[in-house]
């Protein structure tokens, strides 16, 4: 089992839609966790950090965390074609190490 | 705002040679890492540093060696090189000083490796 669990998809959303993306991990001593994009052949680009219980926005992107359920999810507000990539949640239980899941490829359709 | 550089962005080399990779921090970044990426696959981590000090190691073969130097450049040096080495390899960089951002880590571009 991995340490970091995603839902490999793809998932497809219409263009204007909230694409709600999932991740789960495994270890409890996580405290840090970290939402990349990643397009075909291009390295991840970090979109959100989030380090506490609750909801961080940042434009039209929030992130969720439940340490409880260990769970972290991104919502992604009036999707857009440019959206479409491979989102990558990671996890992170101390200093550096970070571990990253297994990507979920999301297609907004136009 | 500056990124992370590498070099070189591509490099077929044959199997049984050597290879170099280069990575150039975030300025004022002094944690550097190393992921292999092959296709359709997450980032694997190799291998980090801190302050020139290994403070990390992941599923980096024998074959494979690293360091960072004292201006915080970081080269990967790969020997033996096997097919199965064929992937992107990324670098990434951090702050130590970013308090609970500490390891917000960004991406370079990465440098394509094909073994033939």
């Known amino acids: 089992q991995k340490e970091v669990e995603q839902n490999s998809g793809p998932l497809s959303v219409p263009e204007g839609a909230i694409a709600s993306l999932n991740c789960t991990y495994s270890?409890?001593?996580?405290?840090?966790f970290f939402w990349y994009r990643q397009y075909s052949g291009k390295s991840p680009e970090l979109i959100m950090s989030?380090?506490?219980?609750g909801d961080k926005e940042d434009g039209r992107f929030t992130a969720q965390l439940n340490k409880a359920s260990q769970y972290v999810s991104l919502l992604i507000r009036d999707s857009q074609p440019s959206d479409s990539a491979t989102y990558l949640c990671?996890?992170?239980?101390?200093?550096?190490?970070?571990?990253f899941g297994t990507g979920t490829k999301l297609q907004v359709i136009p | 705002a500056a990124g992370v550089i590498q070099s070189p962005r591509h490099l077929i080399k044959e199997k049984r040679e050597t290879a170099t990779l280069k990575c150039y921090p975030i300025?004022?970044?002094?944690?550097v890492y190393w992921y292999q990426q092959g296709p359709g696959q997450d980032p694997q981590f190799l291998i980090s540093?801190?302050?020139?000090?290994?403070?990390d190691k992941g599923s980096i073969p024998d074959r494979f060696s690293a360091q960072q130097f004292s201006d915080y450049h970081s080269e990967l040096n790969m020997s033996s090189l096997e097919l199965g080495d064929s992937a992107l390899y990324f670098c990434?960089?951090?702050?130590?000083?970013?308090?609970?951002?500490?390891?917000?880590?960004?991406f370079g571009p990465g440098t394509r490796l094909t073994v033939t």
């Open positions: 990434a960089s951090s702050s130590a000083a970013g308090g609970i951002g500490a390891n917000e880590q960004y």
């Open positions: 270890d409890r001593g996580s405290q840090s």
């Open positions: 989030i380090y506490s219980n």
């Open positions: 990671a996890a992170s239980g101390g200093y550096q190490k970070v571990t």
């Open positions: 300025p004022r970044h002094d944690t």
């Open positions: 540093f801190y302050e020139k000090m290994q403070s």
